[in-house]
């Protein structure tokens, strides 16, 4: 028997023995693989982070290329494109608790839907853009003061999110769309402030624009992913600390982008009403303005419009699930496409680019209506997002081209008032419309609408330039004896002749500043700086500084 525990205890010793040095062996070989695992990690987190400043050297030679860096419209750029991945992250995170557009639900439902987003539009117009005109001088400040705005209300949303507090979610979810379109409309105001020489105002808000959708785009899955693993009350926080930088950087902004207020009137001057003064935008602007809105009319109708026919299984070829997903597809690569063109189309007049960006979407829907099909229905959904997009872009460029400073914000704001509310009418008349008509009939009654709205337009403005040459083919009659008109008056053309017909030899030789310049020479031209304009003083006119320039041109 003690022969036998002794053998037992020796094979127990050795089994022991055995077991540690495995042990050992494993742990060693834990230890190689944890260091392999960190370096790896280390080497994945270091490409990582190259490639992510690699990245964001890149955009930054993008937003700051063709003197926008020294302007300051690169950095409005990368204001404008993390203003829109916060309200990007905003909307991933209210998507499944507040605002999630109601498909399924019934028609009065998805209509209330369609009316409260017009709030915001209404709060902006009579009140948000006057104030904006009113502190043009503090306009960094009023930027960044929507932005710390927001901020703290994501906070508050935060904290009403988990136990699901609707009556803070809702007005605090409202007031940061009034803000960001508060903020849209300053950024839309400023733009002439910061536009470098050698790019156009189409350029720049396009730019602006393409950088704005990347932003979104990448910020959306990113919030909807960090919502479904740690809860939308996170993605709210996140938006806070990025309002709160944005407002920020929105203060350190170039100074330019400040101007003085509006002097005070002298005695016996009286300021036209603001609101008439407003809607008085001149032809040019009400063109284009009215080219939109059928734009963006055809935008609403054909959101609502296609959706209730896929839901219904009007529109086959694919599940409805896959069929809303191409849809929304092709939306984004049309916004897309849309602003690209436009950072494209330098050398184009924007009234022009209006108005072929109708005709391409009342060609297109006539195309859909003949050969109805779903592939049919996504090439017009993405002519509808490409027409909106660059339509927008160039009545932008013409707004901050024909408005004065004085009131270019309050125009804005109406403008986008006006844009909102066709595209509310527009959906609410797609919904009525998809209970009717199977597809086909629907866009024939769009295309026919839009191809009116294009036919009055262009003799509309056909008609004006006709008034216009008459006028000027009049003034140039009543003053036969000079091309100059007058002493002290203008060309009545409105152009400047670039040189003087030769007149008879003087009697005498001239004297006075006049000779002296004759006798000099003409002078050389000098560069102008970056931003600035040059005065043209013709002859009878009196000095620029005895002159005073309207900032705002009645007539467009």
């Not at 350029?203 to 785009?217: D, E, I, K, P, Q």
Request: hydrophobic share 50%.
């Amino acid at each position: 028997m003690a022969a036998d525990w002794e053998r037992a205890r020796r094979t127990a010793g050795e089994a022991s023995r055995r077991f540690g040095r495995a042990a050992v062996r494993a742990g060693r070989a834990t230890a190689r693989a944890a260091r392999g695992t960190g370096r790896a990690t280390a080497r994945a987190g270091r490409g990582a982070a190259d490639a992510t400043l690699g990245v964001g050297r890149a955009a930054r030679r993008l937003t700051h290329a063709q003197g926008a860096g020294r302007t300051g419209l690169g950095q409005l750029i990368e204001l404008t494109a993390a203003h829109s991945a916060g309200d990007a992250l905003v909307t991933a995170a209210l998507a499944g608790t507040l605002f999630k557009l109601p498909v399924n639900e019934a028609r009065g439902q998805v209509a209330l839907y369609l009316l409260i987003t017009m709030i915001p539009f209404v709060v902006v117009a009579p009140f948000v853009g006057p104030v904006l005109d009113r502190f043009r001088s503090g306009r960094r400040f009023v930027m960044a003061g929507t932005l710390f705005g927001r901020g703290l209300l994501c906070f508050a949303m935060a904290a009403a999110v988990v136990p699901g507090d609707v009556f803070t979610i809702f007005p605090a979810a409202l007031a940061v769309l009034v803000l960001s379109k508060a903020y849209n409309v300053s950024r839309a105001a400023i733009m002439p402030s910061v536009l470098p020489a050698d790019i156009a105002l189409v350029t720049a808000n396009a730019r602006v624009a393409l950088f704005a959708l990347v932003s979104a785009g990448v910020a959306v899955p990113v919030g909807a992913g960090v919502s479904a693993w740690l809860g939308a009350e996170w993605v709210l926080r996140a938006a806070t600390v990025l309002f709160l930088l944005q407002g920020v950087l929105a203060v350190r902004l170039p100074r330019h982008v400040d101007s003085p207020d509006l002097d005070e009137l002298q005695e016996g001057e009286e300021r036209p009403p603001r609101w008439r003064t407003m809607l008085n935008v001149g032809p040019v602007v009400a063109e284009s303005m009215l080219a939109n809105v059928a734009i963006r009319f055809h935008s609403g109708f054909l959101l609502f419009y296609l959706l209730f026919l896929v839901q219904e299984k009007k529109l086959p070829g694919m599940p409805p699930a896959a069929a809303i997903g191409v849809l929304a597809l092709a939306a984004g690569a049309g916004g897309l496409a849309g602003a690209g063109v436009a950072s494209w189309a330098r050398s184009h007049s924007p009234q022009v680019i209006v108005l072929a960006t109708l005709a391409l979407s009342g060609a297109v829907t006539v195309v859909a209506a003949v050969a109805f099909g779903l592939w049919t229905a996504v090439a017009v959904a993405l002519a509808a997002a490409f027409s909106q997009g660059l339509g927008k872009l160039a009545l932008d460029a013409i707004v901050q081209r024909e408005i004065g400073e004085e009131i270019r914000s309050s125009t804005f704001g109406v403008v986008e008032a006006f844009l909102q509310i066709s595209w509310v009418v527009g959906g609410l008349i797609g919904l009525l419309l998809s209970l009717f008509a199977a597809g086909p009939g629907g866009l024939a009654a769009m295309a026919a609408v839009l191809a009116g709205s294009l036919g009055w337009l262009v003799v509309r403005r056909r008609a004006r330039i006709r008034v216009r040459d008459a006028r000027a083919r009049a003034a140039r009659a009543a003053v036969p004896d000079s091309p100059h008109g007058p002493a002290g008056h203008d060309d009545p053309a409105g152009h400047d002749d670039p040189e003087e017909e030769p007149g008879p030899e003087p009697a005498a030789p001239p004297s006075g500043p006049d000779a002296t310049r004759r006798e000099a020479g003409p002078a050389r031209p000098r560069k102008r700086p970056a931003g600035t304009t040059t005065a043209v003083v013709r002859r009878g006119e009196p000095p620029t500084e005895q002159r005073t320039k309207p900032l705002t041109n009645p007539h467009g």
